[in-house]
C-alpha cells in the first residue's frame, strides 16, 4: 500500500519539475496533436454516463441555489437605510476617532493599514506566496525546455525586434512616464485621497507590462531583472513585516507608537501607513510583472 | 407589485445573485479549464458587488475627509467596512486566480488540451 502512495508521491513531484515520472525513461516529449474527444460507443461508456449524471445534478444544484439565493435577497435588509445591521458602532467609531487614532483621512486606508493591519499582512503574503507558487510552476529550465521551444522564442524576439511598430513604441514612451507617475501618485496619497499600495502597484506594474510588450523583455531586463526581483519583494514583505511587529508591541503594551501621526490632510501624515502603503505597493508592482513574464515567457 | 418594489430596491442584490449563479453555471457545466476559472472570477466578483452593496447608505459620501475642522460624523459618511473587506478579497482573487491559471497551463503541457473530460479519460487510461 504505501509503495503506491509513494509512486504516487514521487510522480506528483516529478510533474513539479516538468519531467514524466519515473518508471518511464524522459522520453522526447509527445507530439502536440488534439486528441480526438471520446464519441459513444467506446471504452468509456462509464465517462460518459458520468458526464450526463453530473450535469444534471449540476443543473439541479444551479437552480436550488438561484432559488434559495432569490428568496434570501427579499428577506434582506433594504439597500441604502440608515439603519441597517451593518452600520453599527463599529463603523461609527472608525468613522468617528478614525482621524484621530489613524492620522489618516482616509478611512478605508486607516482601517486596513491600522485597525486591521495583520489581516492586511497576511493578504500581502498570499499574494507573495501565489508569486512564488506560479514561479514553481511555470519557470523554465532545462526538465521543461524542448530545442523547438527555444527556437520559437528566439523567433519571436527577431521579428519582434524587426517590425517594431513606430506609432506603439512613440505611444509608450509617452505614456510610461505618466503611468509610473499616476503609480507613484496613488501609493503616496493612498492616506488622503482613494487609492492605497495595490492599487498604486497594479498601475505600475501594468506600466512595466506595456513596456515589455513593446520593447521585448531584455529591455526590461537591464533595469529589473531575477535578483532585483528577489530583492525588491522580499525586502518590502519584511519591512512590511518589521513596521507592524514594531506597531502592535508598542501598542499592546500601552505605549505610544514610535511615528509620529502628524497633521491630517499632509502628505506626511498618518504614522506607518505612508511607508506601508509604498512597501505593499513595491511587492505588489514585481508581482504583477512577474505574472506577466512568466505565463508569457516563462522567465523574468 | 410589492414583489416588484422589493426587486427594484434590492437591484444590486439581484445583479449580484444572478452574476454569482452564471458563474456557478460556468464552474459546474463547462468542461474547459479555462472557462471554469472565468466563472470562478464571475462569482468572486459577485461577492464584491454584494458586500460593496450592503454598505452603501443613501445620500451619503464616501468614507475620505476634508473637512478636519470638526470632529468628523458618523452621520456624513458610508458604511467603510465593507469597502476594506472587499480590498482584501480582490487581492486574494488576484492571487488564486494565478495559481489557478498556472496549474491549467501546466496540465496542459501533459495533456495538450484544456478540456475536463478528455483529461480525465486520459487520467484513466493512465491508471490502467
Known sequence: ?300 | MELLTTLWIQRYMVVSVLLFCIGAFSLVFNPNLIKKLIGFDLMDNAIYLMLTSAGYIDGRIAPIVTDFSAAPSAEHFVNPIPAGLVLTGIVVSVSVTAFALALVVRIYQKYHTVYLDVIMASMKKEVD
Not at chain 1, 105 to 129: C, H, K, P, Q, W
Open chain 1, 1 to 300: 500500500m504505501s509503495g503506491e502512495k509513494f509512486s504516487r508521491f514521487h510522480r506528483f513531484a516529478a510533474w513539479v519539475d516538468g519531467e514524466e515520472w519515473c518508471g518511464q525513461p524522459a522520453a522526447s516529449p509527445a507530439p502536440r496533436e488534439k486528441k480526438p474527444r471520446p464519441g459513444k460507443g467506446s471504452s468509456l461508456d462509464r465517462y460518459q454516463l458520468y458526464r450526463r449524471y453530473s450535469q444534471l445534478v449540476g443543473a439541479v444544484f444551479c437552480l436550488t441555489l438561484f432559488g434559495v439565493l432569490m428568496a434570501t435577497v427579499l428577506h434582506l435588509p433594504l439597500f441604502g437605510s440608515p439603519d441597517n445591521p451593518t452600520n453599527n458602532e463599529v463603523s461609527q467609531r472608525y468613522i468617528e476617532r478614525g482621524i484621530e487614532e489613524t492620522g489618516a483621512a482616509n478611512i478605508v486606508a486607516g482601517m486596513i493599514l491600522s485597525y486591521r493591519v495583520f489581516d492586511t499582512f497576511g493578504e500581502s503574503s498570499v499574494l507573495f506566496l501565489a508569486a512564488t507558487c506560479v514561479t514553481i510552476l511555470l519557470r523554465r529550465d532545462h526538465n521543461n525546455t524542448t530545442t523547438s521551444d527555444l527556437e520559437e522564442m528566439a523567433r519571436e524576439d527577431r521579428s519582434g525586434k524587426k517590425d517594431r511598430d513606430m506609432i506603439l513604441r512613440t505611444a509608450v514612451l509617452i505614456l510610461l512616464p505618466l503611468s509610473a507617475l499616476v503609480g507613484v501618485y496613488v501609493m503616496l496619497f493612498g492616506h488622503i485621497s482613494p487609492g492605497g499600495g495595490f492599487s498604486g502597484g497594479a498601475i505600475l506594474g501594468g506600466g512595466m507590462i506595456l513596456y515589455a510588450q513593446t520593447f521585448g523583455n531584455a529591455n526590461v531586463r537591464r533595469f529589473f531583472n531575477e535578483h532585483m526581483y528577489h530583492l525588491i519583494k522580499v525586502v518590502c514583505l519584511m519591512g512590511y513585516g518589521l513596521f507592524l511587529v514594531d506597531y502592535v508591541m508598542t501598542g499592546s503594551s500601552g505605549l505610544p507608537g514610535h511615528v509620529p501621526l502628524g497633521i491630517p490632510g499632509h502628505i506626511i501624515s498618518a504614522g506607518i501607513i505612508m511607508p506601508i502603503d509604498l512597501l505593499v505597493g513595491f511587492e505588489v508592482t514585481c508581482t504583477i510583472y512577474a505574472f506577466y513574464a512568466l505565463f508569457s515567457k516563462g522567465e523574468l
